[in-house]
């Protein structure tokens, strides 16, 4: 099938990329002819394992065609994906101006029986407003349909994701649509939900939300851990035993953050309340998850006491490990309050120290994790990279002022920290 995609970022670069790899022809629309020439070069904006390779390839074989011929690529199209970012507004709603934007400039453009297909997160009822602005200006001898197939994939593991998805869901009540979409989807595994346009923008708020959900839920029980001397660690692996519980998403810490979770439930909280219904579950797991982030800087607090003038060494800056984003996260958060108390902070991640310079210019960084710990009266574990597991943790102790460790992931092993000399800190464990 000949597909166009709008929108180059997470969703819309990845997403372009496997169904180049199946086999369709995918344009992927570009505005700037540089950022053309550079991804036709696999330079790609944001860091994503695998990402770069994948767009070369898929340039080479010709299936992936980078265009910013919007109209030429548009009308040889059966199917239209819009891919543009829905950031959150002041008050917490979804922002869908760059969505209307795509749709009212490919509305005339389409050629006959086209499907449009929304694989932005919008909140429900958007695919009607789209249809109703491309109705508008449609050429009077056309038709076409729109439909919602939202994107479940991860940051880190973006093209994995796609590659093995577990589901795809197919939101239209259009028949011509869902076969389309049916047959641009058939080599690839996973459960196909066919269901109207609705409950498919639904289904993505509502799983976005309740993985958000279990987080909170289990931050929770790690504070009260904290409390009663219990080990969430067990508590959770004890809890996703049971197959209606589920191991995944039981991983305490400082809380979730990205984009995807934080403004997903803030918007689906928004969407509830336009309806007159106060979703009171959704309002506690935000108010837990931005708690978290200050129940562990009590910690802080009462181990070190002032932060003014103390050098902290902070082991990651992304939200999450095996991306360079740093879109709400934990870690910068973190950073920007020990900035706030006068303390000096050094930093490293593997990937996010461009981003999180550009965000707090007075930040320091450290090309490798090993400096941050000399002259550091603690070190802070603020994102899970693999790699922090594997430092020479005895060897690096010998730089520090005094050997504290706060571990804002869990994961690092208790007792082996504290046989090495460390005065060791995590969440929820005793
Ligand atoms: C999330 C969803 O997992 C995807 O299915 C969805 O497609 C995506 O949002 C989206 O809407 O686009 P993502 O934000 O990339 O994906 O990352 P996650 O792996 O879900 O992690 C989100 C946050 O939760 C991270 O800060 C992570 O550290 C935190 N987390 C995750 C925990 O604190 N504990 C856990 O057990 C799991």
């Known amino acids: 099938m000949t597909l166009t995609i709008i929108g180059a970022g997470y969703v819309g670069l990845t997403s372009a990329v496997v169904y180049a790899e199946l086999g ?126 939202p994107e479940f994939l991860r940051e880190g593991t973006a093209l994995a994701d796609l590659r093995n998805p577990d589901r795809i869901v197919i939101g239209t009540e259009s028949i011509r649509a869902r076969s389309a979409l049916l047959e641009l989807h058939r080599p690839l595994p996973g459960k196909r939900v066919v269901t ?49 519980i589920g191991s995944a998403f039981l991983h305490s810490g400082i809380g979730y953050g990205g984009s995807c979770f934080p403004k997903d439930t803030q918007a689906l909280h928004s969407i509830a309340l336009e309806h007159d219904y106060e979703f009171k579950l959704l309002k506690a797991v935000i108010e837990v998850n931005q708690a978290q982030r ?23 800056l992304s939200f999450k490990p095996f991306t360079d984003d740093i879109r709400q996260s934990a870690s910068i958060d973190i950073v920007r309050w020990l900035h706030d108390q006068g303390a000096r902070v050094v930093a490293y991640d593997p990937q996010a120290e461009h981003k999180a310079m550009q965000e707090i210019p007075r930040l320091q960084v450290c090309p490798v994790a090993e400096e941050v710990f000399t002259g550091a009266h603690a070190v802070l574990v603020l994102t899970e990279w693999p790699q922090f597991r594997c430092l020479p943790w005895a060897a690096c102790k010998q730089g520090m002022i005094s050997p504290i460790v706060f571990d804002g992931r869990n994961m690092l092993d208790a007792q082996h920290m504290r046989e090495m000399g460390f005065q060791y800190y995590s969440v929820g464990r005793p």
């Open 24 to 149: 369709h022809t995918v344009y992927l629309a570009r505005r700037s002819i540089e950022k053309l020439e550079a991804l036709k070069r696999g330079e790609v904006d944001f860091y994503e394992p695998g990402l770069s390779e994948a767009v070369r390839d898929t340039i080479n074989r010709g299936t992936l065609r980078p265009t910013t011929d919007l109209a030429g690529a548009v009308s040889d199209s059966s199917v239209v994906m819009i891919c543009v970012g829905t950031p959150p507004r002041e008050d917490g709603s979804a922002d869908l101006s760059q969505v209307f934007a795509v749709a009212e400039t490919i509305a005339p453009l389409l050629a006959d029986h086209t499907v449009v297909v929304n694989k932005s997160t919008v909140p429900v009822g958007t695919g009607e407003k789209v249809e109703a602005i491309i109705q508008k200006r449609l050429s009077k001898q056309s038709t076409m349909s729109v439909a919602s197939c």
């Open 196 to 244: 109207d346009r609705r409950s498919a923008e639904l289904i993505k708020y509502s799983s976005n939300a309740f993985l958000a959900t279990k987080i909170s839920f289990i931050n929770e029980i790690a504070n009260l851990c904290d409390e009663v001397g219990a080990n969430v660690d067990d508590v959770a692996y004890g809890m996703g035993l049971d197959p209606r």
């Open 294 to 316: 200050r129940q562990f800087i009590r910690k802080i607090k009462k181990t070190l006491g002032e932060v003014r003038d103390k050098t902290i060494g902070v082991l990651g």
